[in-house]
């Protein structure tokens, strides 16, 4: 076999696969080696026969196209990790303030009570509710009076035996009816104060009374006032 033969064939086995995964270090390797495999066998080939280089024309596109996937992968990440940092310092002036959430899990805590937002298509003639905690049980079933289309309930975390609930995530569930038994189909916000921001992948979530973190995403309502 001879050097021009051998050459070649090492320099084929290092050209990039369709569908093959490369790191930048590994390209970078690869394309060296393909450099002086290229320079060494057109040293040496004869220059009665000189050797087709469409092949190696063809190689090098293709680690040039890969050169520029990887530094244009590179920047996405580098202009992704940049507007996350900035979104994270924005949602940190939420921190302090009070947010109303598209949920109905609301945060209690050892210094702030349960609190839900709801409203109704209209006027009820009865609404029962239950509170349950994250694993489904029913802690709570609250008296609350309703005689319009909206209102608010705040639950301190008092069980029916006079002990409080652990501090954690709960869910108000309402049911509704109108004057004619018709039930009523409620929408149900919970409310918190935001006292951390934190990153879960690539998603933003805001910690409330150190016992609840709901995604950014279900963010409803900020109000103009902290606490």
């Known amino acids: 076999m001879t050097v021009s033969t051998t050459i ?17 270090a590994d390209a970078a390797d690869q394309f060296n080696m393909f450099l002086k495999l290229l320079t060494t066998q057109m040293q040496n080939q004869d220059p009665l026969d000189p ?18 996937s990887i530094q244009q992968t590179g920047l996405l990440k580098d202009v992704l990790a940049r507007m996350s940092s900035a979104d994270m310092t924005d949602a940190a002036g939420l921190i302090g303030r009070t947010v109303e959430f598209d949920s109905k899990v609301a945060a209690l805590s050892d210094g702030s009570a349960a609190r839900w937002n709801w409203m109704l ?19 709570a079933t609250p008296t609350i009076s309703a005689t319009g289309t909206s209102g608010a309930y705040s639950w301190d975390g ?28 409620p929408t149900t916000h919970s409310l918190g104060t935001v006292q951390e921001v934190v990153q879960r992948d690539g998603e933003l979530w805001l910690g409330l009374g150190g016992a609840v973190s709901l995604p950014l995403s279900d963010l409803s309502r900020i109000s103009a006032t902290q606490g």
């Open 158 to 185: 008092k069980l029916p035996d006079g002990s409080r609930a652990p501090a954690g995530a709960y869910v108000l569930k309402l049911t509704a009816k109108d004057n004619s038994g018709n039930a009523l189909s």
């Open 121 to 139: 298509p209209q006027a009820p003639g009865s609404v029962t509710a239950e509170i349950r905690d994250s694993s489904g049980k029913l802690v």
């Open 51 to 68: 050797m087709d280089t469409s092949q190696y024309t063809q190689q090098l596109a293709q680690y040039s196209q890969i050169e520029q």
């Open 8 to 24: 070649a064939t090492t320099a084929a086995s290092t050209a990039p696969t369709k569908g093959a995964s490369l790191t930048g």
